[in-house]
Structure formats: C-alpha cells, structure tokens
C-alpha cells in the first residue's frame, strides 16, 4: 500500500507503522507530520513521544536528498523526548572508499544506536518515532528492534528500501538490509511504500 501526503492519520494512532522506500520519497517529512499531527491534534504531551533519529546529517548524492532529521521538518520536535547520542551518524556507503571503511561506518553506528535503543528499553514512552530504521539494521537485531516497537502503544518508524544508495563492496550490505526491511514490514500492524 503507498504512503502519501493525504493519508488519514488517526487509523495510525495505537497501531505500529512502517513507511518504506526510496531515497528522497518523503519518508522523514511524512514522520515529522505525524509527530506534528501528535501533538497539535491529538494532544499528547511533548514527552510521551520517544523520537530516536538515526538519519545522517541532510546531504546530496546523485541529486538526491539523503538523510535529514525530523527536527528539519517540525522544530517543535525537539520538545519531545529526542534521545541523543554523543557523535554522527556516518552514511556507511556514502562514506567509504572500501569494504573495510564500510564495516568501520557500519560498527560506528551500531554502536551509537543500540545504547540509544537501550535507553528507551529502560524508560519507554507510549509513542516511538524512529528516523532511519535501515541504519540500525545494518547489523542490529529485528528481533532486538521489535521489542523495542513492542513497548510503545503507537509506533511509527521509516526505512530505506530501495537501490539508489550503492557501491560496488556494498552489494552484501544492501541484501541484508533489504530483507531485515522485508521482517519488519510483516511484523507490523501497517505498512506502507512511499514514492
């Protein structure tokens, strides 16, 4: 099912959502709408919105838009509960000249994320926004990662899923990344591809 500009938000509150698809198809933009939808009209409290962003800085490839925060999107954001990191997010394939650069990015960022998943684990809010799913699972658990989900009353997350973000020593990477996406989009309550 597509995800577009015009979906009714309100079926999505206390259900699990995944947006998916291709770079620059307005997977962040569509999160922050639903944080803004939250909060000015649903009413919830700026702090039962647990936002975990795993996007890399806003950058260009190809002339595609890559990565971007929710808080580029709705600056009100930053209200709710933003668990941080100390550092960046480093596009893995973006930034490598090698396999071996790429698995450097790849631990990097592991590393940042699953003790920012670890602090919602232990102090959950009933909404979870995630920013860039695929960036954890490049070698983080789907399993880990539903748990996680499965502490909120509402989820809603985005993923890249496509074929524009590549590199001749990232073939591997891209095909686990595809089918971790391919779990997650059976594993929730919705799902839906943007374009």
Same mark, same amino acid.
């Given at each position: 099912m597509?995800? %577009?500009k015009? +979906?009714?938000?309100?079926? #999505?509150?206390? =259900?699990?959502?995944?947006?998916?698809? *291709?770079?620059n198809?307005?997977k @962040? $933009?569509?999160?922050?709408?639903?944080?803004?939808?939250? !909060?000015e009209n649903k =009413?919830f409290?700026s702090q039962e919105? &647990?936002i975990?962003?795993f996007? /890399?800085?806003l950058?260009y490839?190809k002339?595609?838009k890559i990565?971007?925060? !929710?808080?580029?999107?709705? *600056?009100?954001?930053l209200k709710?509960n933003l668990i941080?990191?100390?550092? *960046?997010?480093? /596009?893995p394939?973006?930034?490598?000249k090698?396999?071996?650069?790429?698995y +450097?990015n790849l631990c990097?960022?592991?590393?940042k994320i699953?003790e920012? !998943?670890?602090k919602?684990n232990n102090? /959950? @809010? /009933?909404v979870? !926004?995630?920013?860039d799913i &695929?960036?954890f $699972?490049h070698?983080g &658990?789907n =399993?880990y #990662?539903i748990?996680?989900?499965? =502490? %909120?009353?509402?989820?809603?997350?985005?993923?890249y899923?496509?074929s524009?973000i590549?590199s001749k020593?990232s073939?591997?990477? &891209?095909?686990?990344e595809?089918?971790k996406v *391919?779990?997650l989009?059976?594993?929730?309550?919705? %799902?839906?591809l943007?374009s």
């Amino acid at each position: 099912m597509k995800y %577009s500009k015009n +979906s009714d938000m309100s079926v #999505l509150v206390g =259900k699990k959502t995944l947006i998916y698809g *291709e770079a620059n198809t307005g997977k @962040t $933009l569509y999160t922050a709408k639903f944080v803004q939808y939250l !909060i000015e009209n649903k =009413k919830f409290r700026s702090q039962e919105i &647990s936002i975990l962003d795993f996007a /890399p800085r806003l950058t260009y490839f190809k002339n595609l838009k890559i990565g971007g925060r !929710i808080q580029d999107y709705y *600056e009100h954001s930053l209200k709710c509960n933003l668990i941080t990191f100390v550092g *960046e997010i480093i /596009p893995p394939r973006l930034n490598a000249k090698n396999k071996s650069d790429l698995y +450097s990015n790849l631990c990097n960022n592991f590393k940042k994320i699953h003790e920012t !998943i670890e602090k919602y684990n232990n102090s /959950p @809010t /009933p909404v979870l !926004i995630i920013n860039d799913i &695929s960036i954890f $699972l490049h070698l983080g &658990s789907n =399993k880990y #990662l539903i748990n996680a989900i499965n =502490k %909120s009353n509402t989820f809603f997350g985005n993923s890249y899923y496509g074929s524009s973000i590549s590199s001749k020593f990232s073939k591997l990477l &891209s095909i686990i990344e595809k089918k971790k996406v *391919e779990f997650l989009i059976k594993n929730v309550d919705n %799902s839906f591809l943007t374009s």
